[in-house]
């Protein structure tokens, strides 16, 4: 079965520094992989996704993310953080049947301190 | 703009009450999704539909029914069947659901908690 892991709860760094937010992932067949940020009491919004390709995603707001098959990752960076990506970050990969749902991570709080 | 607005925003339940929470998207998808949010637990799939008049149960469907009689409309019941209503209510839509490579889109979500 499908699943996504998102080892941290919470993720501290400092404004201006390098920021990664991990994800892992269990797939069978070619993994379809999406990230996603929620801010409070709103809904989720669409960072970058990786199909196939180049292992280095670039996606919204200078977010990128690097896909590692044989580590079957799949972790969100940015190279310099800002308070304002504060947030609640999501990690999904499709699932494999014929229902076109996603199966999401728990979830990674990002605290950027200025 | 485009988009999928859900309402209301935050909604109150009695006990032995069924509530409707209203999902309406104008992207012309035909695919989609309710989940439900709760602390520390990522999203859950209520229920999903591909296409109109058509619809099927997600991993947590007890407690809750919905209709798809239109395109672009969506809603989702919560029964009284349902105990542990309290959570936030998100509903998705996307292109096509065997498109691999296209997102989902949410809505701002709805807010329920019991009264």
């Known amino acids: 079965a499908q699943s996504v892991a998102q080892p941290e709860d919470q993720v501290n760094v400092a404004e201006g520094n390098p920021l990664t937010v991990k994800c892992t992932y269990s797939?069978?067949?070619?993994?379809?992989l999406f990230w996603y940020v929620q801010y409070p009491n709103r809904g989720l919004q669409f960072l970058l996704k990786?199909?196939?390709?180049?292992?280095l995603v670039k996606g919204s707001y200078g977010f990128e993310a690097e896909f590692n098959k044989s580590q079957t990752s799949f972790h969100l960076k940015k190279p310099s953080a800002l308070v304002s990506d504060s947030a609640l970050y999501f990690c999904?990969?499709?699932?494999?049947?014929?229902?076109?749902?996603?199966?999401f991570g728990q979830g990674t709080t990002l605290q950027v301190k200025p | 703009d485009g988009g999928i607005t859900q309402s209301p925003k935050y909604l109150f339940r009695k006990e032995g009450q069924n509530v409707t929470l209203s999902c309406e998207q104008n992207?012309?998808?035909?695919?989609m999704y309710w989940y439900r949010q709760d602390p520390g637990q990522g999203l859950r799939l209520i229920y999903y539909?591909?296409?109109?008049?058509?619809?099927q149960k997600g991993d947590i469907a007890e407690g809750y029914s919905v209709s798809r009689e239109k395109k672009e409309s969506f809603p989702l019941t919560v029964t009284s069947a349902q105990k542990n209503p309290t959570a936030f209510y998100l509903c998705?839509?996307?292109?096509?659901?065997?498109?691999?490579?296209?997102?989902?889109?949410f809505g701002d979500g709805t807010r329920l908690s019991i009264l």
């Open positions: 999904a990969v499709r699932d494999g049947g014929n229902t076109g749902k996603l199966i």
């Open positions: 992207l012309n998808h035909d695919a």
């Open positions: 797939v069978s067949g070619n993994p379809y």
């Open positions: 539909s591909q296409i109109v008049n058509d619809f």
């Open positions: 998705a839509s996307s292109i096509d659901w065997a498109i691999s490579n296209q997102p989902q889109h």
């Open positions: 990786y199909i196939t390709g180049d292992n």
